[in-house]
């Protein structure tokens, strides 16, 4: 179980067996974001909207998230440097949602395209 107070979240158990995990407009810090991505070995699916999440969150996220599939990133601050992440760790991503579409360049898009038959949406 995780039981949420006041937008922080005690987590009682070691794992989840969570596949599809969305965290969004909720005021919660990258350590956080990260926790229970780890305490998900299971997930193939995340959203993140309007939280604390940059390049560093994702680099660690890609390292945990072994099996992420689908990967949709909404008002959050990550460049080029996420996209060389997702290269590097994410071998299962096959989707990548970005908004706004201006966060990443096109050279990052076809980067994520041409190296993991990425595909690529803009909500």
Same mark, same amino acid.
């Given at each position: 179980?995780?039981?949420? &107070?006041?937008?922080? +979240?005690?987590?009682t158990h070691r794992t989840?067996?969570?596949?599809?995990?969305?965290?969004?407009?909720?005021n919660v810090s990258a350590?956080?974001?990260?926790?229970?991505?780890?305490?998900c070995p299971r997930i193939d699916y995340l959203y993140i909207d309007e939280t604390?999440?940059?390049? +560093?969150?994702?680099?660690e996220i890609c390292r945990l998230a072994r099996r992420l599939r689908i990967l949709c990133l909404h008002n959050c601050t990550i460049t080029e440097v996420s996209v060389e992440h997702m290269v590097e760790h994410c071998s299962e991503l096959r989707? &990548?949602?970005?908004?706004?579409?201006?966060?990443?360049?096109?050279? +990052?898009?076809d980067r994520l395209r041409r +190296?993991?038959?990425?595909?690529?949406s803009h909500f």
């Open positions: 179980k995780i039981h949420v &107070l006041e937008n922080r +979240a005690i987590f989840f067996n969570f596949e599809n995990v969305g965290i969004g407009n909720c350590p956080w974001i990260i926790q229970l991505v780890k305490l604390c999440v940059d390049d +560093a969150t994702v680099e989707r &990548l949602r970005v908004y706004p579409k201006e966060t990443l360049s096109m050279v +990052a898009y +190296a993991k038959n990425v595909e690529i």
